[in-house]
T-cell receptor, first 115, second 111 residues
Framework: NAGVTQTPKFQVLKTGQSMTLQCAQD?????MYWYRQDPGMGLRLIYY???????DKGEVPNGYNVSRLNKREFSLRLESAAPSQTSVYFC??????????????FGPGTRLTVL | QKEVEQNSGPLSVPEGAIASLNCTYS??????FFWYRQYSGKSPELIMF????GDKEDGRFTAQLNKASQYVSLLIRDSQPSDSATYLC???????????FGTGTSLTVIP
């Protein structure tokens, strides 16, 4: 049981390049999330998927697209990277606890630098 | 006012002391709260959650929720150097499977 996995762990891009961050979970969770974490800003939600086949914008979706490929996989794409997208990206998934309260489990993160 | 606010610290305590981390929130209807620990360069990991007024204990950790005063605390008893990390407070949003996260409090336990 690997939990939530992310690839790659590190990436350096030049401005204007594109890339896709991959995320997979083996916990049979319905919901998956993409966050970015910047110093002093905390975790900010980029996109989330409440269930297979659905995606919704979070707080900071501009410049990103997502795909919920199946129940296990949720990818984040940067079409044209900008230096402002330099950040640490975390994927997470959630289950519903008793009473309907969710908790989230995070992947190890991808450290992205855009030059 | 932010949905979830934390003092960024840093908070320093000597080994063996009690570390007290606080989080305030703006929505009086909030029902549940989560505490995550994040070591430097690592991902957040859940420590505990609380969804009723009062205290909840788990080993050296105690979460306290005071809905009337709109704050939630995390107490770490017998603090150890391995507790040195950033602690994030979070609560679910009412709609959708989303969360509000605080910016985190940095804790250093001095041997």
């Amino acid at each position: 049981n690997a939990g939530v996995t992310q690839t790659p762990k590190f990436q350096v891009l030049k401005t204007g390049q594109s890339m896709t961050l991959q995320c997979a979970q083996d916990m049979n969770h319905n919901s998956m999330y993409w966050y970015r974490q910047d110093p002093g800003m905390g975790l900010r939600l980029i996109y989330y998927s409440a269930s297979e086949g659905t995606t919704d914008k979070g707080e900071v979706p501009n410049g990103y697209n997502v795909s919920r490929l199946n129940k296990r996989e949720f990818s984040l794409r940067l079409e044209s990277a900008a230096p402002s997208q330099t950040s640490v990206y975390f994927c997470a998934s959630s289950e519903a606890l008793a009473g309907g309260t969710d908790t989230q489990y995070f992947g190890p993160g991808t450290r992205l630098t855009v030059l | 006012q932010k949905e979830v606010e934390q003092n960024s610290g840093p908070l320093s305590v000597p080994e063996g002391a009690i570390a007290s981390l606080n989080c305030t929130y703006s929505d009086r209807g909030s029902q549940s709260f989560f505490w995550y620990r994040q070591y430097s360069g690592k991902s957040p990991e859940l420590i505990m959650f609380i969804y009723s007024n009062g205290d909840k204990e788990d080993g050296r950790f105690t979460a306290q929720l005071n809905k009337a005063s709109q704050y939630v605390s995390l107490l770490i008893r017998d603090s150890q150097p391995s507790d040195s990390a950033t602690y994030l407070c979070a609560r679910p949003r009412k709609t959708g499977n989303q969360f509000y996260f605080g910016t985190g409090t940095s804790l250093t336990v001095i041997p």
